[in-house]
């Protein structure tokens, strides 16, 4: 994938809420690469946005399906000798484990941020603009001032519990990405559509262009077709046009 850009475009809301877990949880990772106060706050703020995500969707039973459909769909492998059996039960084990756990009714995600103190104090000041400044949250500028160590600890144990959630959304992610293979496509005029069989499930769709390209994407799907119209942006202040131009690009539509 090296000079490339990948543009994704969900095709149902399941696929759109894992897309932005991956997204936050990503963050989170590239913050705790420094843990400064300002990284910190960051953290904070995107596992506060991954608790609203879970409470509002319901995202850990859709976590479930998710994974128990790829793990009917992996047994049907398991007597075909091109794949690698040894891997794939390595797979399957995972995605049982992973279920056992969500589907577990003392496994509650993200109740170590709600039961906490310093966190609902943060949470209640965040939709202000300005509102965790250090006048309004004396104490949460206290704990910024603590050890970074004692910073590293505390964000740890609010996280702990949405380490399963995190690893069942990448699992299903990979799974998804990887169950189509790559075609080369031509956009004549900047306009590509294409129909989406009725016997198959596309979940989400993947454009590939270089990175010195001079068009982006603006996907847009449902059950039956999607379109894919690439614009050409000459200046931020100008609004984006549909090039007239052909495009050459790499289209995945990951049916699994």
Known sequence: M??????????????RNLLRLE???????????????????TILESLLE?????????????????LERHSGMLNSLENNPAVDQSRLKQVKDELTS????????????????????LVTSFKQRISIPGGTCNFDLPRFHYWLNQPEQKRIQDIKNWSDDLVPIN?????????????TNPVREKAEAGFYQKPIESNLSCQLIRVLL???SRYYPEI?????????RFMEETDTN???????NDVDFELHCCIL
């Open 2 to 15: 090296q000079n490339k850009i990948i543009f994704e475009q969900p095709l149902n809301e399941r696929m």
């Open 23 to 41: 997204h936050l949880f990503e963050l989170i990772y590239f913050r705790s690469n420094n843990t400064s106060v300002w990284d910190c706050r």
């Open 50 to 66: 991954i608790n609203d995500l879970l409470s509002r969707s319901d995202l850990k039973t859709e976590l479930i399906k998710e």
């Open 98 to 117: 992973l279920v056992s756990k969500l589907r577990d009714n003392s496994y509650q995600p993200g109740l170590k941020l709600k039961q906490d103190e």
């Open 167 to 179: 690893r069942a959304a990448n699992l299903a992610l990979d799974m998804v990405r990887n169950s």
């Open 210 to 212: 270089p990175t010195a």
């Open 220 to 228: 847009s799907g449902g059950k039956h077709r999607f379109t894919i």
């Open 238 to 244: 100008a609004r984006p046009v549909q090039t007239r």
